[in-house]
């Protein structure tokens, strides 16, 4: 069962899967970065135009970014792509249903850890850490496992 706190979405797939997965999602999961409940107003005053307090540009090689605003506007823009990407991979998970016999041919243990295994040292390449992108996917495919034992048991096309 998923929980709506104002507008935190708390996952089913324990603390620290739940919070990697918004920590991956940034500013969207948190509904445009106020995260005062539904109906208060913010407990802070927005935040879009805050300079830096410490240290240099770090992301896109340096060149961004100048205020908070733009931080912001990053990681939307990404949080779209990360979205379209999942509804992607979604299609997919979708469409392997219709291979497997029952609901108890969805869950492969094995597979899950093979593809923990690749997704870890893709982040070890990419520089993200590797415990976040474990926790995320570890999310992502629990919930897509119950979705597609849905589909299965359902004996649904995706």
Request: aromatic share 6%; net charge positive.
């Given at each position: ?5 104002g ?11 739940s919070m ?13 970065g106020d995260?005062s409940p539904?109906?208060?107003a913010p407990?802070?005053?927005p935040?879009?135009d ?7 540009p770090q992301?896109?090689?340096?060149t ?6 733009e ?14 990407l999942?509804?992607?991979r979604?299609?997919?998970v979708?469409?392997?249903?219709r291979?497997?016999a ?29 415990d976040?992108?474990e ?19 359902a004996?649904?096309?995706?």
């Amino acid at each position: 069962m998923t929980a709506v706190t104002g507008r935190l979405l708390l996952l089913p797939f324990g603390r620290v899967a739940s919070m990697a997965l918004l920590l991956c999602l940034g500013t969207a999961a948190y509904g445009a970065g106020d995260p005062s409940p539904a109906g208060s107003a913010p407990t802070t005053a927005p935040l879009t135009d805050t300079k830096a307090f410490w240290g240099t540009p770090q992301a896109a090689g340096g060149t961004c970014c100048q205020t908070l605003g733009e931080v912001r506007g990053n990681i939307d823009r990404i949080d779209r792509q990360i979205v379209a990407l999942i509804a992607e991979r979604g299609s997919y998970v979708r469409e392997a249903a219709r291979f497997k016999a029952n609901p108890a041919a969805v869950e492969d243990k094995t597979r899950v850890e093979q593809i923990i295994t690749r997704l870890r040292g893709l982040a070890v390449e990419d520089k993200a850490p590797p415990d976040v992108v474990e926790a995320t996917y570890r999310a992502l495919i629990a919930a897509y496992t119950e979705e597609e034992k849905k589909i299965s048991a359902a004996g649904a096309k995706p």
